[in-house]
């Protein structure tokens, strides 16, 4: 079993950077397929950035694609998403997640989420 946390999120202006941080107790990052996923009010949760277990993919819609990173600190058991240029299309409440599956995108293959942490993007 594994608990993760997220951190960073926060009030920014549109074209603003944001970085939020997902961080893992009990097991190691490195031994699931990570995701990022959001959800804002009114809508089904997506998933905006996918990385598989052994690091070698990784997945964004097209919706996020170029603007958004997501990374992994091995050593701090850490899973990170770098958002860049943020538009108040962005706002939403961000989970980190993990899954035993190599790699996947369903939401329904992820096991394990966090609290979540919100993110609200002004204009």
């Known amino acids: 079993q594994v608990q993760l946390v997220e951190s960073g999120g926060g009030l920014v202006q549109a074209g603003d950077s944001l970085r939020l941080s997902c961080a893992a107790s009990?097991?190691?990052?490195?031994?699931?397929?990570m995701a990022w996923f959001r959800q804002a009010p009114g809508k089904e949760r997506e998933t905006v950035a996918a990385?598989?277990?052994?690091?070698?993919?990784?997945y964004y819609p097209d919706s996020v694609k170029g603007r958004f990173t997501i990374s992994r600190d091995n050593a701090k058991n850490t899973v990170a998403l770098q958002m860049n240029s943020l538009k108040p299309e962005d706002t939403a409440v961000y989970y980190c997640?993990?899954?035993?599956?190599?790699?996947?995108?369903?939401?329904?293959?992820?096991?394990?989420w966090g609290q979540g942490t919100q993110v609200t993007v002004s204009s």
């Open positions: 990385l598989s277990r052994n690091g070698g993919a990784t």
């Open positions: 997640a993990a899954s035993n599956f190599q790699m996947t995108i369903r939401e329904g293959d992820y096991d394990y």
């Open positions: 009990g097991r190691t990052v490195s031994s699931f397929a």
